[in-house]
């Protein structure tokens, strides 16, 4: 980023997108989000797809583990819109599937290491919208069914799953006389 800033070239935007995968994997998401909205400022963005696809959809993740829900969703619908344009355009889609469905794979990637505490639903909401986001992406590769990507997505379709399944079994119940109201509320 330093080397670039003076240039401000795409390598500059590209290396500030790189640089918000490793804040979001720091679990620094405001960080990420700074650098993120750096890249989408450079001018000199030649790939279409980083600023239309890869960016926002990086944004709307990082927007809803803030708790910024109305920002993330405009980050979303703005990169569905695009993928929509992009699936309209059936010969560019097609003629690009492996690149299309690498790129979607690491959209659909989500920071793993993405901690979520088991009293705050809050931060188990914002990690579900996180998870819908990246499913929708993962779905797409599985479309395109371009190797290894479509596996890829798959494995990390069942990942997402199992963790909100393991969340949900186990958090704790409240202490309550009643044991069956608090089942049930720990249920809901």
């Given at each position: 980023i330093d080397l670039r800033k003076t240039v401000q070239d795409s390598l500059y935007a590209y290396s500030l997108y790189q640089s918000g995968l490793c804040y979001e994997m720091l679990n620094e998401n405001d960080r990420a989000i700074a650098v993120y909205l750096d890249a989408l400022r450079v001018k000199a963005i030649v790939n279409s797809e980083l600023a239309n696809l890869e960016i926002p959809s990086r944004l709307a993740v990082a927007y809803t583990r803030v708790d910024e829900n109305?920002?993330?969703?405009?980050?979303?619908?703005?990169?569905?819109?695009?993928?929509?344009?992009?699936?309209?355009?059936?010969?560019?889609?097609?003629?690009?599937?492996?690149?299309?469905?690498?790129?979607?794979?690491?959209?659909?990637t989500i920071?793993?290491?993405?901690?979520?505490?088991?009293?705050?639903?809050?931060?188990?909401?914002?990690?579900?919208?996180?998870?819908?986001?990246?499913?929708?992406?993962?779905?797409?590769?599985l479309e395109l069914n371009v190797q290894p990507f479509a596996s890829h997505a798959l494995n990390q379709m069942v990942n997402n799953f199992q963790r909100t399944f393991d969340f949900i079994k186990n958090v704790p119940a409240q202490q309550l006389e009643d044991q069956v109201v608090a089942e049930r509320d720990r249920q809901s």
């Open positions: 109305a920002v993330a969703e405009k980050y979303y619908s703005q990169t569905k819109k695009y993928i929509e344009q992009l699936k309209k355009d059936k010969v560019r889609f097609s003629s690009s599937k492996e690149y299309y469905a690498e790129t979607l794979f690491q959209m659909g920071a793993n290491d993405y901690k979520t505490s088991q009293e705050n639903n809050s931060d188990f909401s914002s990690y579900l919208r996180s998870i819908r986001y990246s499913q929708d992406y993962l779905m797409l590769v």
